[in-house]
């Protein structure tokens, strides 16, 4: 059995590998992808499924687009001590790193809990730190909610009187119009295509892996969440409010609304997915997250490809 055909079944059975590390979502975001594996023996102690691209003959090593994370993921033995955790992350990795294929260009970001910044740099990797907000879902709702900040607490009181949440993928086509209008805010142009969003969320709703919320106020869309998950962690992964109403209050509700809905799951943890902007930074802290910090992965090994980011610069 082929390593790629062995992730497949492994993802299958292992209950703990990222949603965005799956074969599906690979297959949605990627247009080819591979994958090494790190053996103890014949036990599996890692994983790192990678994006296949090339262009004018270089290689990359990127994370696709509409992907939070990917990186190396590791299986701890059950028995291993906390206090061991770090030096077993490390020799995986290591052996992992030794068995990717070379790539030209790196832009990774790697998913939260890989901190080997030692290791990468010694392949000849720049580490530059991102942050997101992880919320620990064990405590029962009321203790969630009390550990919000008064304003966000207060505004998810008042905005379960003002609108009606409801599931739909019928809205995504608002999300896709919300977003287009806040990166134009912001001097940006929109990177993905509704048809993008589309094939993710149809893969998504198949893999019972998203759901859409949509906050109402009568007829009026106020907001838009798309959330995404797999069997331990739930994401917010996209959301938007509409620029002709004042929804903040109706957004801060849809989030508190999903995260209740991953606690019924059974998740463990909420991802807000983070941002470096000072007031998404404040809106996601608000909920009480611990702030948790994530690496992407740099390199550019490449003259025409630092030739190019010249030009485009």
């Known amino acids: 059995m082929s390593d790629k055909n062995l992730y497949k079944k492994l993802c299958g059975e292992d209950n703990d590998i990222p949603v965005f590390m799956h074969p599906w979502w690979l297959d949605v975001v990627c247009h080819d992808w591979d994958v090494v594996i790190a053996r103890k023996g014949e036990h599996i102690t890692g994983v790192w499924a990678y994006p296949l691209e090339t262009k004018m ?26 206090s ?3 030096s077993f992350q490390h020799e ?25 910044v030692g290791l990468f740099k010694q392949h000849g990797l720049r580490a530059q730190v991102q942050q997101t907000f992880l919320l620990e879902l064990n405590d029962n709702e009321e203790t969630l ?20 949440i409801s599931q739909s993928t019928e ?16 001097g940006t142009k929109m990177p993905y295509t509704l048809s993008d969003f589309k094939t993710i969320m149809d893969a998504g709703i198949a893999n019972d892996a998203c759901a859409l919320w949509v906050a109402k106020s009568g007829k009026k869309v106020q907001a ?31 989030l508190w609304h999903t995260i209740k809905e991953a606690k019924k799951r059974g998740q463990t943890i909420f991802d807000l997915e983070g941002s470096m902007d000072e007031g998404v930074e404040r809106f996601y802290r608000n909920f009480g997250g611990d702030r948790a910090l994530y690496i992407i992965l ?3 090994d490449s003259i025409v490809w630092r030739l190019k980011q010249m030009i485009l610069r």
């Open 92 to 116: 995986v990795v290591a052996e992992l790193m030794k068995k990717l294929p070379e790539a030209k260009v790196w832009h990774l970001a790697i998913q939260p809990n890989i901190k080997q």
């Open 224 to 254: 838009i969440v798309w959330q995404v998950w797999d069997n331990k962690r739930s994401y917010y992964f996209m959301g938007g409010q509409n620029p002709e109403t004042n929804s903040y209050r109706a957004m801060s509700l849809l």
């Open 145 to 164: 909610l009390a550990n919000m900040k008064d304003t966000t607490r207060r505004n998810v009181r008042l905005a379960e009187k003002e609108v009606e």
């Open 171 to 186: 809205y995504l086509k608002d999300l896709y119009k919300f977003q287009k209008h806040t990166l134009a805010k912001k």
């Open 57 to 82: 003959g270089i290689t990359f090593r990127r994370t696709p687009q509409l992907t939070p994370y990917l990186g190396p993921h590791i299986f701890y033995p059950a028995d291993l001590k906390e």
């Open 84 to 86: 061991n955790h770090d």
């Open 298 to 300: 740099h390199k550019n």
